[in-house]
């Protein structure tokens, strides 16, 4: 693995390493607080007897970042092994969830669906096809169970490397890093991760490591609302109050820096429009392969 200074928090863009960034305080949403560190939000009240403080609701406070050089909106506190553990160990599972319906009452609908699997995969099979033909082994880095891996019903090899450690669906195999990295790969996809990792150059580095000279890389991300629908794209972090499970925002340009940091040529970008659990989201996505890499495409 690939390790890179890891403050706890940030004090450079995780994906440019600029320093020159903006910040605007925030909250952290008492789901992620409450897992990851066990901090409840609390009510201070009169009889408290502060003299400096009023009253009200008290959140875990933390800050808004924003990247001047790449557009990155990030948050400042970055998650260490053990915390990213606490956060997605049984992701989604009963006891997950049961916390997260306590802080977010309608959690356990969106939870069901999203168990279901994303149903705008095909348009990413589609998409892929099109450019790199039909996929025999696919490798899905952070895969979950591989219910949402891009040719899963074709691929011979279906391998998922993630932290979860839930189990995976039927013809899928679980693997470690080591195997990971000694396999070769048609495709290798890294979808649905980056957002969420605090130091997705590391992530990246590793990532572009397993990659084969002939493999392509699929990366996808949201692309966030924030984002998506500035009207002052400058300023755009103003609006970033909370943060949630998404510690990363990407921009086109934050998005591209990253991967090429780590030796990866981005040959195709795009961005479209999905339905998960009912709501309509936006995703970027990038067909990637290593920059030594011989021309296949
Ligand atoms: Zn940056």
Sequence with gaps: ???QERPRIARQCVCCESRDLSKRPA??????ASRVFGWEPVEITDDWHMRDLKCGMAYSVCNTLKCNHCGLIFLDVRFDDSE???LYTGYRDAEYTALRVRFEPDYQMRNDDLLGGYAYIPHVEEFLRARIGDVESVLDWGGDTGVNTPFRHQAAVHHVYDISGKPVIAGVQSVEVAEAMASEYDLVV???VLEHVP??????ADVAAALGPNAVL???VPHEAVIREAVDPENAYLDKRHWHEHVNFFTDDSLVRLLESAGLEVMERTTFTVTVSGKSADVMGAICRRQEALPSL
């Design 199 to 204: 130091f997705p150059r590391e992530v990246v």
């Design 27 to 32: 909250v952290l949403m008492p789901f992620v």
């Design 218 to 220: 699929w990366v996808e």
């Design 190 to 192: 890294l979808s649905q």
């Design 1 to 3: 693995m690939i390790a």
């Design 84 to 86: 990213m553990s606490a």
